[in-house]
């Protein structure tokens, strides 16, 4: 920034800034110390409520959030100083001018150039509109690191409803004592604030909310639900119709229209007012100056479902299962109501915004997003890493040295000779490896066997002469506790393994710069778990929509997270890193040919279906020769350029030709 | 654990791709490459002299050698150590060589242990003695980088400060077991001005890269045996001083070799009983003190002076003034000019007389001035 002003000679008004939870931001002493994010903003909504804070002018010892009330003195009126804030230099300035950074940040994107923040702010309907709406018709949306956009979309638009939600429901306070007096006010507000809502509405910039289409708004709230009494009462019979429906012993598959003319059946509810439950909800939430939201979480989600299933009738399907995959004696139905469609959360983006690009290191193969998003793309390109030197090494294993092949294939995982060959591998990596080797599992049930295995024929014990080992959990504190512990090992000379799960936490959002991961190990191909019913629903619906057969979905999903577990280790042009997949069925084409081509063009014919002795031979080599000094000098002109050289019409050409239109 | 067979049998050990370095031409000859090869090498080290710094001429250096159990591995023949060991009786004879008035001392490190193999001093005999026994110890544990820096600081951080405080680790492992934070140490050595450079035999470890980074060191990882060999002479040219070391005024006695008679006793004698050179009639006399040695340079065990001969200062006193590197042409200008095949050929720029490659190393490497000059100063 500083750099930029002194080159340009002149002041730029620039503003970015990221956007977090408030669990984030919050400087709030007493709400920052909580630690889930629900009840953070349950605590800091009973601090800045509007009602709550009306109360405090008749009763000064109603407590409030200091840190929102300067902010919304003076806040308002001073636009934060233009720069570049992330969620530290936010949390810095809103202590030292005593404001509220959250509340100041969800202000500021309104003038803020760049705004950074998770995909839900735009593509969860239920947030979206709080957060995005008043963004301007002609920003440019990047989603970044899309690699997974799809299952973002259908996890969005999804709802998953356990008995312990509706029993939660059953004992809120809303639905047993009702206050006369409040629901018959509520009902006079009500009628105002449709007006409003419909005023909003016509302004046509707003992002559309996709739960309740703007035709829908033009009607009415149906006169059944329309006063409170009568809303609590549908809710009520709409909990009790659920909890009917878990209890049975079986597998239930139906799509929306098939579950609204059983429900319409059984208890009497029609489509309409169903459709209106969530802002209904919200409304009556509203008016009865509830403070603390985080209690009514079970209802408003059972009232999102109820809106979501009857608007939509394609794209959606509805799954009660008795049992737990894992636990198939014990009975804990689950209601799965999932989305099978990832365009429709994606769709109001695509409609709202004049240009969308999605973007990521691993997005490969390419076409077949705008195929299961839906969507025409303007301009489609790949480029390939312009590196001064190779620096990545992906090698393919996919035999011992007794030549028993090696892979997580369904038949062969519990192999005995195929775990010890897993075991000997990771063992001669560690004893050749510098630093740091994470390692990835395809579940974290095959790691608990194979680690019992290992530990059983005292590979563990020889690994741990060579290196320490940790692993990655289920549980978020526990994985962050060894994580810090291996960068620690890492850092002072120890060496280290992590242990890690595709998928899991490390595989998505960590980085292992240099020595870091110096090696990142694959042990077999990450497919999905194919026995779950939402996934085969999914498959199903792909195939008759899309025309996407089921296999190429399994392996396109299945080496994508491949690329993202082994692209950990490479952060930058500076590093270097060995990338280690052992399977033997990496080496087939389908499947090399769905990785991204920074890795794929690096994969020679010698480095497929290599022996653990051979891997540790080309690793060796690969290792010293990475380790030779390297200059800066060596990287102008190929990854580095000088501002002559960026401008010359050679190096523009050259550029141009490397993006590989598709 | 015993249960482990060695690896001793030539086809049990991996898979080597020596040819892979190797490139053909057209024609299929591997020639051409050979030679570019060779002639890299040999080029390099001059290029890297860097024309008028002032240089360190008193070096005190202590080696770390590594003796853990990966030392047993066999990618350097016959094993890394046997190899390591061999290649630093050479080193430390050509260190003795170009910097007769400076000391090394040894160290190794196994089992998380660090213990001294030889302590300070200025004789190579000593210490390539000490060496050859150390060939057949045993290889065990994990090295401790810690304990080792910890040794040569205990020791280093007495000398004077107008020599340079030197440590020099071969790094065969890629861990170290460290009693306490290795980082304060690292604040510990940069805050005494020692210099601590690395080898690394295997791969590149995070903690030498900070190491060396913290204390103005080289760094380097080994390719090969003739790679290895390379980075150890890098070490033998004395670093540049800092420019923040102290200057002083050294007394020390220019001896002769004095024929005498009374050949009964020997100072040198007195501190060295390994069998030296038994009776001799030469000798050293300290200018001082009077008190006779056979061998030098040496310091004075009765008065404490150091005792050099002219040679010996003549032969530090040439990093100095480091020869110019000479400017390099393609052979076709001066086709049979002089000396026998080579691909460049280069001009001294002071005389612009013509030497071959073999020519011009033995110059900068050896003679450290140009003969063609000394001649014309000669005549004229």
């Not at chain 1, 480095?607 to 990475?626: A, G, P, Y």
């Not at chain 2, 001429?57 to 770390?64: D, G, K, Q, S």
Request: glycine share 4%; with cysteine.
């Amino acid at each position: 920034m500083e750099f930029y002003t002194k080159e340009t000679g002149e002041k730029n008004n620039f503003l970015a800034l990221a956007l977090s939870s408030r669990k984030n931001l919050c400087i709030h002493p007493e709400v920052s110390s909580l630690r889930f994010g629900k009840e953070v903003d349950g605590k800091c909504h009973s601090l800045t409520a509007s009602y709550i804070r009306a109360q405090r002018h008749s009763n000064p010892n109603q407590p409030v959030c200091r840190f929102y009330e300067e902010f919304d003195a003076v806040g308002r009126q001073v636009p934060i100083p233009s720069g570049i804030y992330n969620l530290d230099d936010l949390k810095a300035f809103g202590r030292k001018k005593g404001w509220c950074p959250y509340y100041l940040a969800r202000y500021s994107i309104l003038h803020a150039n760049i705004v950074v923040y998770s995909y839900h702010y735009l593509l969860d309907p239920k947030i979206a509109d709080l957060v995005s709406k008043e963004l301007a018709k002609k920003s440019v949306v990047v989603f970044d690191e899309a690699h997974n956009i799809d299952n973002v979309c259908i996890d969005s638009m999804s709802v998953n409803i356990t008995r312990r939600t509706l029993d939660r429901c059953q004992t809120n306070s809303l639905l047993n004592e009702t206050d006369a007096a409040k629901l018959r006010e509520e009902y006079r507000r009500l009628v105002e604030g449709l007006k409003e809502a419909n005023v909003a509405r016509e302004t046509d910039i707003y992002l559309s909310n996709p739960v309740l289409p703007d035709e829908i708004l033009q009607e009415a709230v149906p006169g059944s639900i329309r006063t409170a009494e009568h809303f609590v009462g549908f809710l009520k019979r709409f909990l009790e119709y659920l909890k009917a429906r878990l209890r049975i012993h079986h597998v239930v598959q139906e799509s929306s229209p098939q579950f609204l003319k059983d429900i319409y059946e059984k208890v009497c509810i029609d489509r309409k007012p169903l459709r209106f439950c969530a802002e209904r909800l919200r409304s009556l939430l509203r008016t009865l100056e509830i403070a603390d939201i985080a209690d009514f979480s079970a209802v408003t989600l059972i009232s999102n479902f109820a809106t979501l299933v009857s608007t939509y009738s394609k794209g959606f399907t509805i799954i009660i299962e008795p049992f737990e995959d894992k636990t198939p004696t014990i009975v804990n139905p689950v209601l799965h109501f999932s989305c099978m469609d990832p365009s429709i959360a994606i769709k109001p983006v695509f409609e709202r915004f004049q240009s969308v690009i999605i973007t990521s290191g691993t997005l490969s193969p390419l076409d077949i997003y705008p195929r299961i998003l839906d969507f025409r793309p303007v301009t489609m390109a790949s480029f390939t890493m312009t590196l001064a030197r190779t620096c990545l090494c992906p090698l393919i294993v996919g035999r011992g040295n007794d030549q028993v092949a090696m892979s997580s294939k369904f038949e062969t995982r519990e192999d005995f000779a195929v775990i010890r060959n897993y075991g000997n591998l990771l063992l001669e990596m560690s004893a050749i490896v510098p630093d740091g080797i994470v390692a990835f599992f395809t579940s974290y049930v095959y790691m608990e066997n194979i680690v019992a295995s290992w530990y059983e024929q005292g590979i563990l014990e020889n690994i741990q002469r060579n290196k320490l080992i940790f692993i990655e959990t289920q549980d978020a504190a526990e994985t962050s506790m060894a994580l810090e512990k291996y960068q620690e090992a890492c850092e002072n000379g120890r060496g280290a393994i992590l242990l890690s799960v595709a998928r899991g936490k490390v595989s998505e959002g960590i980085d292992f710069v240099h020595h870091f991961g110096r090696a990142v190990i694959m042990f077999g191909v990450p497919y999905v778990y194919t026995q779950s019913r939402i996934l085969k629903a999914r498959l199903e619906y792909l195939r008759d929509q899309f025309q996407i057969r089921e296999n190429d979905f399994l392996t396109f999903d299945a080496m994508r997270h491949a690329a993202q577990c082994v692209g950990r280790a490479i952060r930058g042009k500076t590093d270097y890193g060995l990338m280690i997949f052992a399977d033997k069925r990496y080496a087939r084409a389908d499947k090399r040919g769905k990785l991204p081509r920074w890795i794929q063009e690096h994969i020679t014919d010698g480095s497929l279906n290599l022996t653990i002795d051979e891997t540790v031979q080309l690793s060796k080599h690969f290792l010293r020769q990475m380790a030779q000094p390297f200059r800066r000098e060596d990287q102008l002109g190929l990854s580095l350029l000088t501002l002559e050289q960026l401008q010359s019409e050679e190096m523009l050409q050259k550029i141009s030709q490397i993006a590989q239109q598709v | 654990m015993d249960e482990e067979p060695e690896r001793a049998k030539r086809w049990e050990g991996g898979y080597e791709r020596t040819w892979e370095v190797l490139k053909e031409d057209e024609s299929g000859s591997l020639r051409a490459t050979v030679e570019d090869i060779l002639f890299q090498a040999k080029r390099k080290r001059v290029f890297e002299s860097h024309g008028q710094v002032r240089l360190g001429m008193m070096r005190h250096l202590y080696v770390v050698i590594d003796s853990s159990r990966t030392m047993e591995d066999q990618d350097l023949k016959p094993n890394r150590l046997t190899s390591t060991l061999k290649l630093m009786e050479y080193f430390v004879e050509e260190y003795f060589d170009q910097n007769p008035i400076s000391q090394i001392g040894i160290i190794t490190t196994k089992n998380k242990r660090a213990e001294k193999l030889t302590d300070l001093a200025g004789n190579p005999k000593k210490h390539i003695a000490a060496m050859k026994k150390a060939v057949n110890s045993m290889c065990v544990g994990e090295p401790s980088l810690y304990n080792a820096l910890n040794i040569a600081m205990q020791t280093l951080k007495h000398m004077p400060g107008h020599t340079s405080r030197e440590i020099l680790v071969i790094f065969s492992s890629l861990t170290t077991c460290d009693p306490a934070n290795i980082y304060d140490l690292i604040k510990t050595l940069k805050a005494l001005k020692i210099r601590v450079s690395v080898i690394g035999l295997s791969a590149e470890v995070r903690v030498c890269t900070v190491l060396t980074r913290e204390t103005g060191g080289n760094y380097n990882v080994i390719l090969d045996e003739s790679h290895f060999k390379e980075l150890l002479m890098y070490h033998v040219k004395p670093p540049p001083a800092s420019s923040s070391s102290e200057c002083s005024l050294i007394r020390m006695g220019n001896l002769r070799l004095t024929p005498s008679s009374d050949s009964f006793f020997k100072k040198q004698h007195l501190e060295s009983s390994d069998g030296g050179p038994g009776l001799t009639l030469g000798g050293y006399y300290c200018p001082q003190c009077r008190a006779k040695y056979t061998e030098l340079p040496v310091e004075c065990k009765v008065c404490g002076l150091t005792l050099v001969s002219a040679p010996h200062l003549a032969r530090s006193f040439h990093h100095l003034f480091p020869l110019d590197a000479f400017q390099e042409h393609p052979l076709e200008e001066h086709k049979g000019d002089r000396c026998a095949y080579t691909i460049k050929v280069f001009t001294c720029p002071a005389c612009s007389s013509v030497f071959c490659t073999d020519c011009d190393l033995f110059i900068h490497d050896t003679l450290h001035c140009c003969p063609s000059c000394i001649h014309r100063q000669g005549t004229s």
